[in-house]
């Protein structure tokens, strides 16, 4: 199901098109103007447009954000910030299939599970352009702004309190309640020995946890300075976790928000910004491969669901677990279905983003690029060797989890398009020329400390 919606994106027009020969691709070279004017032709009915940088206003609530994004004060056990699982050291991702949250054990500089413990069931995505007009939040959507702009819905059971500001600030309310990512489990203690007074806490009980939580954060006095910076004339006694996150997203969007790619450029008519490999993997992108029936829109994806037949791995979640049942928008996810119908990511500086799928999957675009290709041999093939040894034995490889991946499958995904080796090789040049060259080094993003006095890295 592909959800169309007109963006709040701060993009310019769409570039001109002109008559071409077919969307399909060549067969054979044709002069560079003419690859030019297919491409753009190509784009045209898929919504793709050029994205303007972003500016946030209110430095003092970037400011906040930033202290609070890298702080582990925010976690129950005070062991996990939100850069734990979005790090600028790994492209405000975690570089890993399926994110390991409160509790870790260090070992060799990895985060490991601690006793006790189990992986989150889903990759940690990048945040590159989150705030940029995606209409859905997390792998199933279950944050979403289906009511209206404002009028967020939720999973069942969440409340949300006014004054939310955004999507990305929505989103920013969940992760705190959640004991696998960053609450904690009853009788924990955080890292300095205390106890963790955020986990006994009931798990519907949101209001409270976001009352506990702003309670724990305003006993800092950088905190309270930096609150009063941000909205001043707020009481303290007024301030709610909220607050907090429309500050944490006002960051995310200033900090990554990564526009400049090598693909705009071309979008505005600079014709030698992308190498005649990326035009023909784009003439394939946007023609015969159908990429572009679930990739479209300015961020090339965000805003629809799709099954497309990624392996099964992982605890599980909800009631078909050990299986990951995808998002419950279309219903809810039954006995019969429908199954693994997960949100289709952007796929804008997606090159520095592995490893993927909803749950890291494959560690290449190479990979993912074959899968595609053929749909039905990725699943009854795949090599689980491609997982970091703890996730191995968490892969769902039966022939009934087989078979009931293979059923639901998108009509558009199942059909073998038996891309050849210089074609997928394409189709990766084009995937990379999505860059920004920003986006590669993220490290100025990071403060030197927080107020929690906590180390900001892991």
């Known amino acids: ?120 069931p889903r990759n940690a995505p990048s945040l590159f352009n989150s705030g940029l007009g995606v209409f859905y939040m997390f792998w199933d959507g279950r944050v979403s702004e289906l009511g209206g702009t404002g009028r967020f819905r939720t999973p069942t059971g969440v409340t949300l309190p006014g004054g939310v500001s955004s999507l990305l600030a929505a989103q920013a309310m969940l992760p705190v309640t959640n004991r696998v990512e960053m609450r904690g489990e009853p009788g924990d203690k955080d890292v300095l020995g205390n106890t963790n007074e955020l986990s006994p806490l009931p798990d519907t009980a949101n209001a409270a946890i976001w009352t506990a939580l702003m309670r724990r954060l305003l006993s800092y006095s950088g905190y309270v300075e930096k609150f009063n910076a941000a909205y001043p004339g707020v009481p303290a006694t007024s301030l709610g976790f909220e607050h907090a996150a429309n500050a944490i997203a006002a960051f995310e969007r200033a900090a990554f928000a990564k526009t400049n790619t090598a693909f705009d450029r071309f979008m505005r008519h600079e014709d030698n910004a992308i190498s005649v490999d990326a035009k023909r993997g784009a003439l394939l992108f946007f023609g015969r491969g159908t990429c572009s029936s679930c990739h479209s829109g300015p961020l090339l994806g965000g805003n629809g669901f799709a099954s497309d037949g990624t392996p099964q791995l992982g605890p599980g979640t909800g009631s078909v677990a050990p299986l990951d049942g995808g998002s419950d928008l279309f219903g809810g996810v039954q006995p019969n279905g429908p199954f693994f119908q997960f949100r289709v990511p952007p796929l804008r500086n997606v090159e520095l983003t592995a490893p993927y799928m909803h749950n890291g999957a494959y560690p290449t675009l190479e990979a993912v690029v074959r899968h595609y290709s053929n749909v039905d041999s990725a699943v009854t093939s795949y090599d689980v060797t491609q997982l970091e040894p703890a996730l191995r034995s968490t892969y769902h490889g039966d022939a009934t989890t087989r078979q009931k991946l293979l059923a639901s499958v998108d009509p558009r995904i199942r059909r073998i398009l038996a891309f050849t080796p210089e074609e997928q090789r394409q189709l990766v040049a084009f995937l990379k020329s999505l860059t920004d060259p920003a986006a590669r080094d993220l490290s100025s993003v990071t403060p030197a400390s927080v107020p929690s006095g906590l180390p900001v890295p892991e």
């Open 1 to 120: 199901m592909r959800v169309v919606r007109p963006l709040r994106l701060i993009a310019v027009a769409l570039v001109a098109a002109c008559d071409s020969n077919s969307v399909d691709g060549p067969t054979t070279p044709e002069p560079t103007a003419t690859l030019d004017v297919q491409v753009r032709q190509a784009i045209q009915p898929w919504g793709v447009v050029p994205l303007l940088p972003v500016v946030e206003n209110n430095a003092a609530l970037v400011d906040l954000g930033q202290a609070l994004f890298f702080d582990k004060a925010l976690s129950g056990n005070r062991d996990v910030a939100c850069a734990t699982c979005h790090s600028p050291t790994t492209e405000a991702g975690d570089g890993r299939s399926l994110a390991v949250g409160t509790g870790a054990v260090l070992t060799g500089g990895l985060r490991t599970l601690g006793v006790g413990r189990q992986f989150t």
